[in-house]
């Protein structure tokens, strides 16, 4: 029985049946978390919802997300049932502690990670502009030969659980964390290393910050960068994108370029190997 058929089968009798055809047809689980969307008339039976779900679902709490706040993609979170806000989730045989209340957790780059991974080489410096909890930072550490990954976040809650997360994953060694703004740590950064790597998994406007990263950069650094866009606006940013290589005296040799997945109507979160020439 599919998902939404079992949440109709356990709400019959306590919602309307207006109500009831418009009911989620997914859901979101992190570790023992289950998260869901719900719209218009669904929200005056959220509490019945969730605890169909706590019913139907092997987790231990049921959350509503309302909304993402601002740069830092803070989430909005309601608990509607069941214990704590706080799991561990597992992927790639990298374990992710977090609590989602607090900071998002994206598994739907789970490809472009391994992508990565496979990509970094033994001894290689790399610099992760927006580390989050760990997203890249952990499966680079744990799967991989890298000399050292340096992991910057501005987010204070983030950033807890990045530490836990690398004492978890036992990576203490190859990982520094550096907490603030990713533009003024690279600044400084940039005077004693320059990296093999940069990673740059913000897709808000990301060209605000790759003057940042080309502080970091030197012949053959590969910059992975993010960025929103529909089809017919990639040959502008790309083009937005050179230039401010150029200007620093580089060059931009584009090694690849993916859709990772649907972002909003006809938007789509796009990633670009830029090789520095």
């Known amino acids: 029985m599919s998902f939404y058929s079992s949440l109709c089968e356990a709400l019959k009798g306590k919602i309307p049946e207006s109500a009831m055809q418009k009911l989620p047809k997914s859901y979101f689980i992190v570790g023992k978390i289950a998260i869901i969307k719900l719209h218009g008339e669904l929200e005056k039976y959220k509490k019945e919802i969730g605890e169909a779900i706590l019913k139907i679902l092997p987790v231990k709490t049921v959350c509503l997300l309302k909304e993402i706040r601002g740069e830092r993609r803070n989430p909005c979170i ?3 049932c069941g214990n704590g806000t706080e799991t561990v989730y597992k992927e790639h045989g990298c374990f992710y502690k977090l609590d989602v209340a607090k900071v998002m957790f994206s598994k739907g780059n789970k490809f472009e990670k391994m992508r ?3 990509q970094v080489k033994p001894g290689e410096i790399v610099i992760d502009m927006f580390a989050g909890i760990g997203y890249f930072t952990i499966p680079i550490a744990k799967h991989t030969k890298v000399r050292k990954i340096y992991a910057i976040d ?4 983030a950033v807890f659980y990045l530490k836990e997360n690398v004492k978890i994953n036992k990576v203490e060694e190859k990982v520094e964390i550096l907490e603030g703004d990713c533009r003024e740590i690279c600044k400084i950064l940039g005077e004693k290393i ?3 790597r940069i990673l740059m998994g913000y897709i ?3 060209y605000r910050y790759l003057e940042s990263a080309l502080n970091l950069v030197k012949s053959g650094t590969v910059i992975h960068y993010h960025f929103l866009a529909k089809k ?3 040959e502008e940013e790309m083009k937005t994108m050179r230039k401010k290589v150029e200007k620093k005296g580089f060059k931009a040799d584009i090694k690849y370029l993916k ?3 649907s972002y909003a109507p006809r938007v789509y979160h796009w990633v670009a190997d830029i090789e520095i020439v």
């Open 78 to 80: 309601e608990v509607l």
């Open 116 to 118: 990565v991974v496979k």
């Open 154 to 157: 501005i987010n204070p809650d």
């Open 194 to 196: 320059k990296g093999d």
């Open 204 to 206: 808000f406007e990301t």
């Open 232 to 234: 017919e606006e990639i």
């Open 259 to 261: 859709k990772i997945k």
